[in-house]
């Protein structure tokens, strides 16, 4: 019997990222944005996607993929603003992987597409693991999750571009101080953008999130 | 739960790598697994075992080695292990860092019998 060690040293993800690779280079040959958005069930992330795409599809084409375990509901919520939406059940799965985008990539007109909007499925872990291909990467944080929840989820904060904190006009209600819970973030990522959302006399504010979407859309475009 | 997915992943890379030698059993896997790399080493194990009933790997255990987070200072250039949040250069106190080590899980090696 002889015994030996066979050298390996793969990324456990290289699956993975092999395909978001190939993802990436099929975006970037179409000029298509993407854009990842993650956070817990119930984080706020369809509300914000409600609430920005009337303003984002004045200016680009712009096509949805929803992730869910179950349900066509947050698809058919993005149709109502008039945005084409393909909903993704993973039955029990607890992300989306590049796998799953490359095959709904396929049924989008590409030629007509300039944005995707992935929303990844609710859960503040799995999916910060998985590149899609994305070129931008925003966290969804509720205030009611408590404030300490950027402590408690360091590589949600890390490995993101931009957290936004939704439903801030809340916050009173349930003892959370909204200054506190930004500082936590930036003591995590002191790098990354943090963007509020909320109602401010019954109207959702995203102007400022619309801005930067668009921003970011831009600079790809210059590069 | 997506570490059922990184163990599927291993089989995969796994499975590849023997198909070019000629093994008789797997002895062991070795992973190291980065502290920020949001996997779980308990449900990794539960996964590996689980997923290991059958194939090539049947019988094989599961060796884990945590690996910590080091950065690397984004204005002295000072390479430092980090123990919490938030990162402050023990050098020079900046807040700013780029991870270096501590964010991935790497299949290491396999422990063969031919």
Known sequence: MKMCKIEIGKDLKELNNEIAAKNRNSFKLHDIFVLNIMGSPGAGKTTLLENILPLLSEKYHIVVIEGDLATENDAQRIRKTGVTALQINTNGGCHLDAHMIHHEFEKINAAETELIIIENVGNLVCPISFDLGEDLRIVVLSTPEGEDKPLKYPPAMLKTDAVILTKTDLAGYVDVNTEIMKKHITDINPRVCVMESGKINGVYSADKIVSYIKDKIEAKKVF | ?114
């Open chain 2, 1 to 114: 739960m997506h570490e059922t997915a990184l163990i599927q992943n291993l089989i995969v890379v796994a499975q590849k790598t023997l198909e070019e030698h000629n093994v008789k059993r797997v002895n062991s896997v070795t992973l190291s697994v980065g502290k920020l790399s949001n996997a779980m080493p308990d449900a990794l194990s539960f996964a590996f075992e689980a997923m290991t009933q059958r194939g090539s790997l049947k019988g094989a255990k599961l060796i884990m080695k945590e690996i910590p987070v080091t950065v690397c200072c984004l204005d002295c250039g000072a390479e430092y292990n980090p123990l919490n949040f938030p990162i402050i250069c023990p050098k020079c106190n900046s807040i700013y860092y780029k991870i270096t080590q501590g964010e991935d899980i790497f299949i290491e090696s396999l422990d063969c019998e031919f």
